[in-house]
T-cell receptor
Framework: AQKITQTQPGMFVQEKEAVTLDCTYDTSDQSYGLFWYKQPSSGEMIFLIYQGSYDEQNATEGRYSLNFQKARKSANLVISASQLGDSAMYFCAMREPYGGATNKLIFGTGTLLAVQP | DTEVTQTPKHLVMGMTNKKSLKCEQHMGHRAMYWYKQKAKKPPELMFV???????INESVPSRFSPECPNSSLLNLHLHALQPEDSALYLC?????????????FGQGTRLTVV
């Protein structure tokens, strides 16, 4: 079974600074996908960024980038120029095959980010 | 339209009540999911529907009964719930298959069982 580990229960960052949220994963599959979601206090899970196991370049989406180190099985999220609105829970997630065309999206334990003015 | 709509947003129900949660998407996704999320915890998968057929049931108690009447709708029927079932219930949808497909989530229903 696959497993996602987020070792930082909470993080603080000053506004306008960059912050890295850690994620490590364990899988025996060669083909997999890694995702980061943001969950504000309102509850909605907002997709941020995706990295495929065969992607040679690190994914970037605006202020979000993913530091993908395949040999270390890590997929850390980097948020540049933090904003107050970035304060939220952040989840790392991975697709896990189940059977046929079905797969599951499983989540790490999350990191609560607080951006301070 | 990349929206998944869940109703109601909040629900308070007694342990003898019967209620239903509703989820709707119009993105043409043929995989739909129910997740349960307790406070300060990650979402836990409950059910997966692929092409309107139940493909994954993560050993969920029978007091939770899912239904997928068509490719756009997903319901979760609730009956005889316990206070520990109080949680945020999230619906999601995605294309079927493909390890690179992101899931789109609704805003969730905050359920309180009294």
């Amino acid at each position: 079974a696959q497993k996602i580990t987020q070792t930082q229960p909470g993080m603080f960052v000053q506004e306008k600074e960059a912050v890295t949220l850690d994620c490590t994963y364990d899988t025996s599959d060669q083909s997999y996908g890694l995702f980061w979601y943001k969950q504000p206090s309102s509850g909605e899970m907002i997709f941020l960024i995706y990295q495929g196991s065969y992607d040679e370049q690190n994914a970037t989406e605006g202020r979000y980038s993913l530091n993908f180190q395949k040999a270390r099985k890590s997929a850390n999220l980097v948020i540049s120029a933090s904003q107050l609105g970035d304060s939220a829970m952040y989840f790392c997630a991975m697709r896990e095959p189940y059977g046929g065309a079905t797969n599951k999206l499983i989540f790490g334990t999350g990191t609560l980010l607080a951006v301070q003015p | 339209d990349t929206e998944v709509t869940q109703t109601p947003k909040h629900l308070v129900m007694g342990m003898t009540n019967k209620k239903s949660l509703k989820c709707e998407q119009h993105m043409g996704h043929r995989a739909m999911y129910w997740y349960k999320q307790k406070a300060k915890k990650p979402p836990e998968l409950m059910f997966v529907y692929s092409y309107e057929k139940l493909s994954i049931n993560e050993s969920v108690p029978s007091r939770f009964s899912p239904e997928c009447p068509n490719s756009s709708l997903l319901n979760l029927h609730l009956h005889a719930l316990q206070p520990e079932d109080s949680a945020l219930y999230l619906c999601a949808s995605s294309p079927v298959g493909g390890m690179n497909t992101e899931a789109f989530f609704g805003q969730g229903t905050r359920l309180t069982v009294v």
